[in-house]
């Protein structure tokens, strides 16, 4: 699967914005998919993870209550709302999927070592 992910962008602290990764391929529905950050000089972080059923979600403390991810299947697209925006979001993000075909409808990873394919990344620059 390819990945190719949009909507990055600057914004002011406080500010919004809507991430989306949209998957090639006729399989979306059996990855669960994952965002992820990385930061200059930091190692990659965990931001949120949803299941292949869209019914099970889960987040990153520092973003918990700010961020929302959600898919639409029947887009092969997978989005990461992003609200009350910190300077300490600056980053760039990746969205990643996992090959989950047998795994349960609320099966999600945290770990990027679990994940199959990755996206080229999109920059989101918060300003102070």
């Known amino acids: 699967v390819q990945l190719q992910a949009s909507g990055g962008g600057l914004v002011q602290a406080g500010g919004s914005l809507r991430l989306s990764c949209a998957a090639s391929?006729?399989?979306?529905?059996?990855?669960?998919m994952g965002w992820f950050r990385q930061a200059p000089g930091k190692e990659r972080e965990f931001v949120a993870a949803i299941s292949w059923s869209g019914g099970s979600t889960g987040y990153a403390d520092s973003v918990k209550g700010r961020f929302t991810i959600s898919r639409d299947n029947a887009k092969n697209t997978v989005y990461l709302q992003m609200n009350s925006l910190k300077p300490e979001d600056t980053a760039v993000y990746y969205c990643?999927?996992?090959?989950?075909?047998?795994?349960?409808?609320?099966?999600?990873?945290?770990?990027?070592?679990?994940?199959?394919?990755w996206g080229q990344g999109t920059q989101v620059t918060v300003s102070s």
């Open positions: 990643a999927a996992e090959w989950a075909p047998r795994s349960s409808r609320s099966y999600y990873a945290k770990g990027g070592a679990e994940y199959d394919y």
């Open positions: 391929g006729r399989t979306f529905s059996s990855y669960a």
